[in-house]
């Protein structure tokens, strides 16, 4: 079942400009990662951020997590065209036991216009 | 490293044939495998999770009898979506990990089924 929410939805945005975009879940967490997904194609993992961290960045991606109000937002820094995708944040919740799965988001579909 | 593979990248059948779809590791071993169904400009919705050796756990709502599973081996996994039909029509996604306690999924590049 899908828990969290994404939002905006739909996202579009010049190249150059930044672009931020927010996750929000239900249940306490183990950590809270980000994928990215092309048209038709997989998803490729971005990043991972856990839940004693606050912040963390891997080149032009920055992601917050804050767990008091379970949120997490990515940003993207100086955004190019090849950026244009689909965002999708997931969680891995910390109450799964033996049986974890990750509980993911909407998506939020990003284009950058050269 | 942690490649995971799709075959077929698109398939095409009549309504009533049986379409069998692989995820395979190619270079790490996958105690789990977990496989998606994605509609057009959707999340991804979990329909399973594969645990090498042992029956798959369905979510709710998914039948096992229309979508089996087997995850026979460390590196390969495989969905059969029996008798398919045009609402079985959708992308299939897989997505492997190295343990229980390991945190990132690695996913495959996709299957598109169109079933006539």
């Known amino acids: 079942s899908q828990q969290g929410e994404e939002d905006p939805q739909a996202l579009s945005i010049q190249e150059g400009e930044n672009a931020t975009m927010n996750c929000s879940y239900k249940?306490?967490?183990?950590?809270l990662q980000w994928y990215r997904q092309n048209s038709g194609r997989g998803l490729v993992h971005l990043i991972l951020?856990?839940?004693n961290e606050r912040e963390k960045h891997s080149g032009r991606l920055r992601v917050t997590l804050d767990t008091s109000k379970k949120s997490s937002s990515l940003l993207i820094t100086a955004s190019r065209a090849a950026d244009t995708a689909s965002y999708f944040c997931?969680?891995?919740?910390?109450?799964?036991?033996?049986?974890?799965?990750?509980?993911w988001g909407l998506g939020t579909s990003l284009a950058v216009n050269p | 490293g942690a490649v995971v593979s799709q075959h077929p990248s698109w398939v095409i059948c009549k309504s009533g044939t049986s379409v069998k779809i692989e995820c395979r590791s190619l270079?790490?071993?996958?105690?789990?495998m977990f496989w998606y169904r994605q509609f057009p400009k959707q999340s991804l919705m979990l329909m399973a999770t594969?645990?090498?050796?042992?029956?798959?756990?369905?979510e709710q709502g998914v039948e096992k009898d229309k979508f089996l599973i087997n995850h026979a081996s460390l590196t390969l996994s495989t969905l059969t979506v029996t008798s398919a039909h045009p609402e079985d029509s959708s992308f299939y996604i897989c997505?492997?990990?190295?343990?229980?306690?390991?945190?990132?999924?690695?996913f495959g590049p996709g299957t598109r089924l169109l079933v006539l």
């Open positions: 997505s492997a990990r190295t343990g229980n306690y390991q945190e990132t999924q690695y």
């Open positions: 594969s645990n090498e050796g042992s029956k798959a756990t369905y």
């Open positions: 270079d790490f071993q996958a105690t789990t």
């Open positions: 951020i856990r839940s």
């Open positions: 249940t306490s967490i183990n950590n």
């Open positions: 997931a969680t891995d919740p910390s109450n799964a036991g033996n049986n974890r799965k990750l509980i």
